[in-house]
């Protein structure tokens, strides 16, 4: 019987090790997040029912009775929603594959120099990704716990580092100069980056990053709605989400397409431009306002460290723009005014913030991106 194989290890030798015993054996691994408090990771494994699950303290059986995977699962993954039980979302060894070459021929990888270095969460795909990528293509990884500053900076030099996946709170404390490409995913990312950083966006749905720099991966097809809904087709999305009984549960229609619940459209260079989730978009005074927009705009005040947009009920306009910030001195915050006046030099009035709400720190994913649901909340 093929087994759910939970590895619960730091990123390292012994988590490759034991990712690769793994799928020696037939077996497909879920990465758990290690970071996970007691309640958080007792309910991911009974949700996804690991036959086993390894720690440092060694191997140890979990759920004797749970259902097979299938032939050609390779691993589980906990999707990053905020609400909700964790959904369980299932990458066959073909689309790993798939995904690997795909992004190694976007890039020019050469198998025999490059080097990949992970450093982010290996629970999900922004991390896992670079190792299941090396692996499925020989490409020399190495593998760290945690993303260090100093660390990474020297990697190129003692390690020969040429390839590097972060996000861009990472990014931002390190000189991209010595890599060949940073991989660039998670939140937004309204920084200008130089040439050799590239701006991917995925979902756990696509086994990570599909889009690099606005343009398809080979093999991966773009289809804009009507309303400006995204949708995605290739073959290294996922094979479904998997059920408490072992099924799986298609995640895309029967032609194929991914909704990916995101809205976008077209640049006149033809590059997918991504204006952000269908159900963060803030309608006010019947206008249309991204938060990812607004928040590019207000960042760069002297006054804010760090800022989400969010909409709330509004009697007079249907919703109003709120900004919630933190200062970059608590003592001395920026005024609701301020922020306008500054948004107003390159966004329209209607939307900037009608509300300032100030926070001492934003609730955000392990990948860096904001949990709007939280703030709204």
Known sequence: MRELVAIDLAGGPAFVDALRRAWDDGNAVLPVDQRLPGPARTALLDAARPHVVITDAGRTHHDRGAPPVGATDAIVVASSGTT?????????????????????????????????????????????????????TDTAVDVWPSFEAARVTAAPAQLGTTLIALVPTALDQVDPAPFRW???????????????????????????????????????????????????????????????????????????????GDLGRWSQDGRLLVDGRADDLIVTGGENVWPAVVEAALADHPDVADIAVVGQPDPIWGQRVVAIVVATEP?????????????????????????????????????GKIQRSTLSE
């Not at 080979?218 to 087709?233: D, S």
């Not at 549960?249 to 032609?255: K, M, Q, W």
């Not at 966004?347 to 709400?357: C, G």
């Open 84 to 136: 909700g039980p964790p959904k369980l979302v299932v990458h066959s060894h073909a689309g790993i594959q798939a995904h690997a070459h795909a992004v190694h021929a976007h890039l020019g990888v050469d198998s025999d120099h490059d080097r990949w270095l992970a450093c982010l969460p290996l629970a999900h795909l922004g991390g896992l990704g670079v190792v299941v990528r090396a692996l499925v």
């Open 331 to 367: 003592g001395r915050p920026p005024t609701l005014d301020d922020l306008r006046t500054h948004g107003q030099r390159t966004i329209p009035a209607f939307a900037t913030p009608r509300e300032l709400v100030l926070v001492d720190r934003l609730p955000r994913t392990v990948l």
């Open 182 to 260: 940073v991989v660039l995913g998670g939140s937004a990312d309204p920084t200008t980056r130089p040439g050799n950083v590239v701006h991917t966006y995925g979902l756990t749905e696509t086994g990570g990053g599909v889009i690099y720099g606005g343009q398809p991966l080979p093999g991966v097809e773009i289809k804009i709605g009507p309303a400006g809904e995204i949708f995605l087709r290739g073959p290294m999305f996922a094979s479904g989400r998997r059920e408490a009984d072992g099924s799986l549960t298609s995640l895309a229609n029967p032609d194929g397409w991914l909704d990916t």
